[in-house]
């Protein structure tokens, strides 16, 4: 069976499961990252895993079943890291320019320093397109539903006033969606000082309202 290999952030906020985390699970999971990173999920095998983990072949199979729910339970494990690493960037109550400019710039740096979403930018830029549109855009519609509360949170602590939120998190979604589907640009995106001033200066003003 074919496993989609994008789907970080729709297992991450739209599943329940919760995926093993133990120290062998965990060790298995970090093997199936790398081997992912370097020739793609299709390429990937169960024995591949073990080797990488240094565990038996049946030790892959016991605590995570087969290849498609292996790379769930990577998409969940991956997709959380990623979502509590944005939500760290800055507080909810943090001025909301500052919000924004750190959100940009650790999600620039998660698209450019994550090991699988890396590959998949430079690689497979198709496949991202393809997991962001396909079930009818679920992927995209949980990362804006994502983005949109934490909007909602910050207008209950004070710091974003009475927006469209919704409308204003597609946008910032959108722009994001853009620097990792074209990495080509003239902006400093390595240099994160410089983004975060940018960011401060045209992305802000998005939800000044």
């Known amino acids: 069976m074919a496993v989609e290999p994008l789907t970080l952030l729709t297992h991450a906020v739209g599943s329940d499961a919760e995926p093993p985390d133990d120290a062998t699970s965990n060790r298995i999971l970090d093997a199936t990252l790398e081997l992912a990173a370097a ?13 990488r983990a240094h565990v038996g072949r049946m030790t892959v199979y016991r605590r995570f079943g087969d290849k498609q729910a292996l790379v769930a339970a990577l998409g969940v494990r991956e ?36 090991p699988l979403l890396s590959r998949l930018a430079r690689l497979e830029p198709e496949t991202v397109l393809g997991a962001l549109t396909e079930d009818g855009g679920a992927l995209f519609v949980v990362a804006r539903g994502y983005l949109g509360q ?8 004070g710091v974003l006033g009475p927006i469209e939120v919704d ?29 975060r001033r940018l960011a401060h200066q045209l992305l802000a003003p998005i939800l000044e309202g």
């Open 39 to 51: 020739s793609g999920v299709e390429h990937l095998t169960m024995d591949a895993v073990a080797r």
């Open 79 to 114: 997709g959380r890291r990623c979502l509590a690493e944005l939500d760290a960037a800055a507080s909810i109550d943090a001025p909301i320019a500052e919000q924004v400019a750190a959100g940009f710039v650790t999600s620039l740096r998660l698209a450019r320093e994550h």
């Open 150 to 157: 934490r909007l909602r949170e910050s207008q209950r602590a």
């Open 167 to 195: 409308e204003a998190a597609e946008l910032l979604v959108r722009l994001a969606v853009s620097f990792v589907l074209i990495p080509e640009s003239v902006l400093p995106l390595e240099d994160e000082d410089r983004v």
